[in-house]
């Protein structure tokens, strides 16, 4: 099976600019997750839906971080305005139900000037 | 908040020598996982155990889980260099109707040829 795919793989911006993350996740997967990884840390889980509804945000950011999951499948976070200490890797994650094992995509790497 | 703390945070060994991490949490657990990052890519499922069982083996892994002591330790047997990578234990509280994972801050593992 073709695994979770995220775009872009790296993308740098300066401050208070805006910035796109894009997730397909496996086919038929309907937990879909986006974490946060600060280097050196754990992955920080930002939102979680299942299917295109969101289970838990508690800990988005949502004065500047929103994340929809179109039609159930595809997901985009979005970032607006960024901020120096947004600067992490936005991975994302698929399950086939809650409970189940994770599968991650490789993530992307932002970098905020 | 994050739910598992990994020890040690970092490990270096010699091929062929075992490793063992820990991994304590704080509140009761539905389940435990173990997931392998390695460097510049998205976490990989190693093993799940849950709240019930004690012991688990994955190939070179053995996982424990004692619930009364809130721990749980990752064994790798005979290690090899690939075994290099960070290591992490992820929980789910069945407290939480969300059935969120939340990761544990890591162990850095270092397997020298």
């Known amino acids: 099976e073709a695994g979770v795919a995220q775009s872009p793989r790296y993308k740098i911006i300066e401050k208070r600019q805006s910035v796109a993350f894009w997730c397909n996740p496996i086919?038929?997967?309907?937990?879909l997750y986006w974490y946060q990884q600060i280097l050196g840390q754990g992955p920080k889980l930002l939102i979680q839906?299942?299917?295109?509804?969101?289970?838990?945000d508690s800990q988005l950011p949502k004065d500047r971080f929103s994340a929809e999951r179109l039609k159930g499948v595809d997901s985009t976070l979005k970032i607006q305005p960024a901020k120096l200490e947004d600067s992490a890797v936005y991975l994302c994650a698929s399950s086939s139900y809650v409970n189940s094992p994770l599968h991650f995509g490789n993530g992307t790497r932002l970098t905020v000037t | 908040s994050q739910q598992g703390e990994e020890d040690p945070q970092a490990l270096s060994i010699q091929e062929g020598e075992n490793a063992t991490m820990n991994c304590s949490y704080k509140t009761s657990i539905n389940n435990l996982q173990w997931y392998r990052q390695n460097s510049g890519r998205g976490l990989v499922h190693l093993i799940l155990?849950?709240?019930?069982?004690r012991e688990k083996h994955s190939g070179r892994l053995r996982v424990t889980l004692d619930t009364s002591k809130k721990s749980s330790s990752l064994l790798i047997t005979a290690s090899r260099a690939a075994d290099t990578a960070s290591y992490f234990c992820?929980?789910?509280?069945?407290?939480?109707?969300?059935?969120?994972?939340?990761f544990g801050s890591g162990t850095r593992l270092l397997v020298r040829p």
């Open positions: 086919s038929g997967h309907a937990t």
């Open positions: 155990i849950r709240s019930n069982e």
């Open positions: 839906f299942q299917n295109n509804g969101v289970v838990d």
């Open positions: 992820a929980t789910v509280s069945p407290m939480d109707s969300s059935y969120k994972l939340i």
